[in-house]
């Protein structure tokens, strides 16, 4: 089974930290990405990754960033978190490229709250 | 503009009783339809995938969809509902031409009555 795991549940922080979110994927997936839940607008996808090192957009990518180091982990950050950025947050992966039938596997998700 | 829209926020069924999610998209291709389903606390997980073929796709836990073309339909359906069925339910499209990038619908969440 592919598991996704994200650093944390919960997570409460100040406006102005920088906030890092964690994902770790153990399937050996080359894609991964990050959304964010918020009721009544469904998931939005912040930021993707196709490769190691690789990074797009997605379509909500203003006040964050992501960093791929290595093929498993994915990180999102949160520069000066503000708090419109109070959220749930959700990573997940998928086998390869650019292939619109792979599936994707979710996390359980990061509820972020910033004070 | 393109979308995908689930016209239902809360849907409330009784356990035993037949389910349908409605998910409408707009698209100038057919792109390609899926149905995810978050449980209280937990992350989605796939329920079903549409990209070609029979209409009628099979998923798990019972649950099946049928792709209409000419309404741009993509409907969830469940004969008998159990209890634990209980959970939000998204429609997600990949855009022919669009990688591997899901766009959600809103989300419908259901509530099953005992």
């Known amino acids: 089974d592919v598991k996704v795991t994200q650093s944390s549940r919960y997570l409460v922080k100040r406006t102005g930290e920088k906030v890092f979110l964690e994902c770790v994927q153990d399937?050996?997936?080359?894609?991964m990405f990050w959304y964010r839940q918020d009721p009544g607008l469904g998931l939005r996808l912040i930021y993707f990754?196709?490769?190691?090192?690789?990074?797009e957009k997605g379509d909500i990518p203003e006040g964050y960033s992501v960093s791929r180091e290595k093929k498993e982990r994915f990180s999102l950050i949160l520069e000066s978190a503000s708090t419109n950025q109070t959220s749930m947050y959700l990573c997940?992966?998928?086998?390869?490229?650019?292939?619109?039938?792979?599936?994707?596997?979710f996390g359980p998700g990061t509820r972020l709250l910033v004070l | 503009a393109q979308s995908v829209t689930q016209p239902d926020i809360h849907i409330t069924v009784s356990e035993g009783a037949s389910l349908e999610l409605r998910c409408n998209y707009s698209?100038?291709?057919?792109?390609?339809l899926f149905w995810y389903v978050q449980s209280p606390g937990q992350g989605l997980q796939l329920l079903l995938k549409?990209?070609?073929?029979?209409?009628l796709v099979q998923g798990i836990k019972g649950f099946e969809a049928e792709f209409k073309r000419s309404q741009s339909s993509f409907n969830l359906r469940k004969p008998s509902v159990h209890w634990s069925d209980a959970a939000e339910y998204f429609c997600?499209?990949?855009?022919?031409?669009?990688?591997?990038?899901?766009?959600f619908g809103t989300g419908t969440q259901l509530k099953v009555e005992l």
């Open positions: 997940a992966s998928s086998l390869s490229g650019y292939n619109p039938r792979e599936t994707q596997y």
């Open positions: 399937m050996d997936h080359e894609n």
């Open positions: 990754s196709y490769d190691v090192k690789m990074k």
């Open positions: 698209y100038g291709a057919t792109p390609y």
């Open positions: 549409y990209f070609s073929g029979d209409t």
């Open positions: 997600a499209v990949v855009p022919a031409g669009g990688g591997n990038k899901l766009t």
